[in-house]
């Protein structure tokens, strides 16, 4: 089992950056992607971006391209998202979520809480 500890939200005016981090232990070795979803006020829970951990290719949501960008270090076993010209909309509480090979995803924090001011 993968162990993640999210960091990094905060209350943001529009246009604001933030960067969110991951870090992931216990079973790192076993890890296939890593990434990020978001549950904002009264929405649906969606993924916002996630990334590959050996080859890095990644996917983003199209409501957050260009702006995002999402990053790996795999020596520190961390998990990063810079978020830039942050929206009104991307106030959520961000979860990090590991997916191991073979398995479905798995997130087990409590969450950060992103606030963008307008």
Not at 82 to 100: F, G, H, I, S, W
Request: a positive charge; hydrophobic letters at 30%.
């Amino acid at each position: 089992q993968v162990q993640l500890v999210e960091s990094g939200g905060g209350l943001v005016q529009a246009g604001g950056s933030l960067r969110l981090s991951c870090a992931a232990s216990g079973r790192t070795f076993s890890i296939y992607r890593m990434g990020w979803f978001r549950q904002g006020p009264g929405k649906e829970r969606e993924f916002v971006a996630h990334n590959s951990w050996i080859a890095g290719i990644t996917y983003y949501v199209d409501s957050v391209k260009g702006r995002f960008t999402i990053s790996r270090d795999k020596a520190k076993n961390t998990l990063y998202l810079q978020m830039n010209n942050l929206k009104p909309e991307d106030t959520a509480v961000y979860y990090c979520a590991a997916q191991e090979y073979g398995g479905s995803w798995e997130s087990g924090g409590q969450g950060t809480q992103v606030t963008v001011s307008s």
